[in-house]
């Protein structure tokens, strides 16, 4: 009765340990929000759909794992920059954002060749806000975190430092079947699929 009863109670300390390590249903998280899995696979479903709707194929285009993991740290910058921003009271307005989408559109020649430029340039047309939303963010964001700065070099190694911070500061945690964050290159390293049994029995 007694070997049950702790039995029962490992596996619910194993749930509990679990549960606070990765959520099924998100595909990254940290604590003033989340990214889930079906908003992450909207992003690259749309950029699959399209594709095909616009038939064409960018060269090196990216497929499969890589396709998603370039998505899911596309969302996670967001997040990222968003509550730096937040954190020094800067935000892109909506006007903005509609300004420099209007921009694009005059440079590019119209909605058509907008899109045809989003789906080569692998961004998912549901998230242009959203992309638009990083570019107005890092223009403000710069003049904050690196306001000596005298080449780009600088100002992104500056970001870069921002991110890193930022990413620590909210305990950003990558649900580990898309791999694992890298704090040094603010990117997601590969899951590696064989559990490091691969790289142990070539010791």
């Not at 998100?26 to 399209?50: F, H, M, W």
């Not at 998603?68 to 892109?92: C, D, P």
């Not at 020649?109 to 340039?121: D, H, I, P, T």
């Not at 945690?173 to 997601?188: C, E, L, M, Q, S």
């Amino acid at each position: 009765m007694v070997k049950s009863k702790v039995a029962v109670l490992m596996l619910a300390i194993s749930a509990l340990i679990l549960s606070g390590c990765s959520n099924p249903s998100d595909a990254a998280n940290y604590k003033d929000g989340k990214i889930t899995v079906k908003r992450l696979q909207e992003s690259v479903s749309t950029i699959l759909d399209e594709r095909v709707k616009f038939e064409t194929n960018p060269q090196d285009a990216l497929t499969g794992e890589a396709l998603t993991r370039n998505q899911l740290e596309f969302h996670i910058f967001t997040a990222l920059l968003t509550q730096a921003a937040k954190e020094r009271n800067l935000v892109a307005t909506a006007a903005e954002i509609a300004a420099q989408r209007a921009d694009i559109v005059k440079n590019v020649g119209s909605e058509e060749k907008l899109s045809v430029a989003l789906v080569n340039a692998g961004i998912a047309s549901i998230d242009l806000d959203q992309y638009l939303s990083l570019i107005i963010l890092q223009d403000k964001l710069r003049v904050v975190v690196a306001p000596n700065a005298t080449d780009d070099g600088e100002v992104v190694q500056a970001l870069q430092k921002m991110l890193t911070e930022t990413a620590t500061k909210e305990e950003l945690k990558v649900n580990p079947r898309y791999g694992v964050w890298n704090t040094t290159t603010n990117k997601i390293d590969p899951a590696d699929p064989t559990g490091g049994t691969e790289s142990n029995s070539t010791k």
